[in-house]
């Protein structure tokens, strides 16, 4: 059973930094790709950033270019987010998010695994 356990979200002044890490378990984490979105009260879940199996293919939404990076550690089965100069439209929470096969999408209906999510909250 695919399990995905986010955490370091928090409360952060508009301009500061976050990073988000996900921990994965169930199954071979360096042979899957993963995802963070993000889901703001009274919106939809909004692609941010993917990474393939082996961190050959990122993609990021144009919203968090040159502010965010996705990477990921094959031998600690984490996915991290490093989050810099946030803005309070970053604001929701954040998923970590795996899906079947090694290459990255940026579509909500490619995936099959999420985790419970962290919030992030940006003060302006």
């Known amino acids: 059973q695919v399990q995905l356990v986010e955490s370091g979200g928090g409360l952060v002044q508009a301009g500061g930094s976050l990073r988000l890490s996900c921990a994965a378990s169930?199954?071979?984490?360096?042979?899957?790709?993963m995802v963070w979105f993000r889901q703001a009260p009274g919106k939809e879940r909004e692609f941010v950033a993917a990474?393939?199996?082996?961190?050959?293919?990122?993609e990021y939404a144009n919203s968090v270019k040159g502010r965010f990076t996705i990477s990921r550690d094959n031998a600690k089965n984490t996915v991290y987010l490093q989050m810099n100069s946030l803005k309070p439209e970053d604001m929701g929470v954040y998923h970590c998010?795996?899906?079947?096969?090694?290459?990255?999408?940026?579509?909500?209906?490619?995936?099959?695994?999420w985790g419970q999510g962290t919030q992030v909250t940006v003060s302006s």
């Open positions: 998010e795996s899906r079947d096969w090694r290459t990255t999408s940026s579509h909500p209906d490619d995936y099959n695994y």
């Open positions: 169930g199954r071979t984490f360096g042979s899957y790709a």
């Open positions: 990474i393939s199996a082996r961190s050959g293919s990122i």
